[in-house]
Every structure is written in C-alpha cells, then in structure tokens.
C-alpha cells in the first residue's frame, strides 16, 4: 500500500491523507503528554520552525498505548502541546501503533528497519519515521532525539532532493 493514500484523521476531525504533504519531508512520531520525553515536543517544535519553509513539517500522531501516557480528549491534548510546548505543527487523531488494531500507516511504516537493521513494532513513544519526497523511510527509536545529528542529515538530503527535482 503506498503511505500516500491511507486516509489520517486529523485531531479537529478532518479526514487527509500523506498525499497532501507529498513534496515535503514529514517526520511522522507517536506522542504522549504524560510521559518523560515530552520534552521532545520542544525539539520537534524547533525542527518545524527551523526547516517548515524549505518543504519540511512533523506530523504528531498521539498514542495512549504505552502506560496510558496520552490519555486525554483531542482537546486536551491540543491545548497541552500549544499551551506547554508552543507546538504549531500539524496534530493527528489518537491512534494505535501496535497491535492488531494498528493504524494502516503504522503497518506500513513498523516495516521499515532503524539503523540496527530491525524492524517490528514501535518500541515507546516518541519513536520517529521521516518520509522522504522519494518514498525512502528512515526510522529512529524513542532514545534518538529530534535534533540528533542523523535524524537532521536525512530531514537535510530529503530537502535537499525535493529542492533539485
């Protein structure tokens, strides 16, 4: 299935698919409120501000699958990350990642392999996917922080590609 045409609810409850952001590079990442890496909304946050206007965006897609970290209404999960955070990038509906339940991207993209060669179910939250324009995913672990140096060289060789095509 390509990532493209799976439908996405977005947290106001609007439908969309990946085709509305397909010459841009997203980093797709399941989020929690209550959990001890929402500090890496502010990393994300920067990411956003820092390459939005050369074709880039974060797409956060919360999950109450991992302790029950994110177990609040869409409203309540809108006003914490913009009210704590400042988040200005897109938020998704609450999703499952794992599970038989998993959303269709998520079976899509617990596909893909990190940089250890393994693939399979997402490991906590804040785990990270950057789709490239190309269709090329690359995975990064809850652990790797959003500003890692290589997380920020394939979000930089993606804008890179589309900026040359």
């Not at 106001?12 to 399941?30: C, I, S």
């Not at 250890?116 to 190309?134: I, M, Y």
Request: hydrophobic fraction near 40%; include cysteine; charge should be negative.
């Amino acid at each position: 299935m390509d990532l493209r045409d799976i439908p996405l609810t977005t947290i106001d409850g609007e439908t969309t698919t990946l085709a509305e952001y397909d010459d841009r590079v997203v980093l797709v990442v399941n989020v929690a409120s209550r959990c001890g890496l929402p500090p890496q909304y502010e990393k994300l946050e920067a990411l956003q501000r820092e390459y939005g206007d050369r074709g880039f965006t974060v797409l956060g897609f919360p999950c109450n699958q991992f302790a029950g970290q994110e177990p609040g209404s869409s409203e309540d999960i809108k006003s914490f990350c913009s009210m704590t955070y400042g988040v200005t990038f897109p938020l998704m509906a609450k999703v499952k990642v794992n599970g038989r339940k998993r959303h269709p991207l998520y079976v899509e993209l617990t596909k893909v392999p990190d940089a250890a060669g393994k693939a399979g179910r997402v490991t906590w939250n804040f785990e990270k996917f950057v789709l490239l324009p190309d269709g090329e995913v690359a995975r990064f672990r809850p652990n790797v922080q959003p500003d890692d140096p290589a997380v920020l060289a394939v979000i930089e060789r993606g804008l890179a590609e589309a900026a040359a095509a």
